[in-house]
């Protein structure tokens, strides 16, 4: 193992170790676009209480999926701020803890912690 890759693993654990490694990868993204994918997973919880998304994109049936972003967000354009967006679409406010989630499931897989 080179130097660097020991290097990343080593601070990659020691963060983890300070706070989860889904928050110490959040806190490295700025904050619009921390928002923005705040706003996505947010989205995307809601839309699979709904409907069976994986199963979808595996058939290739993403009509469903753009029916749900058109009804719940696409229709208001700029006439709802992000936060009413999100309130309205998913029923909760805004809520860190799915993107949170989200990061802790894909770096610990990424480096196997």
């Known amino acids: 193992m080179n130097n660097t890759l ?3 693993r080593t601070t990659m654990r020691s963060a983890c170790c300070r706070t989860s490694i889904g928050r110490a990868a959040a806190s490295a993204i700025s904050h619009h676009m921390r928002l923005a994918i705040c706003m996505r997973r947010n989205f995307k919880q809601a839309m699979e209480k709904e409907l069976d998304v994986a199963g979808l994109l595996e058939e290739g049936n993403i009509a469903p999926i753009r029916e749900w972003l058109t009804v719940h ?6 006439m709802k701020k992000p936060l ?6 998913t ?3 805004l809520k860190a803890d799915y993107l949170i989630q989200y990061l802790e499931e894909k770096y610990k897989a990424l480096y196997r912690l």
């Open 6 to 8: 020991a290097s990343a």
């Open 73 to 78: 967000i696409h229709q208001f354009g700029k």
């Open 84 to 89: 009413e967006l999100v309130r309205d679409a």
């Open 91 to 93: 029923g909760e406010t």
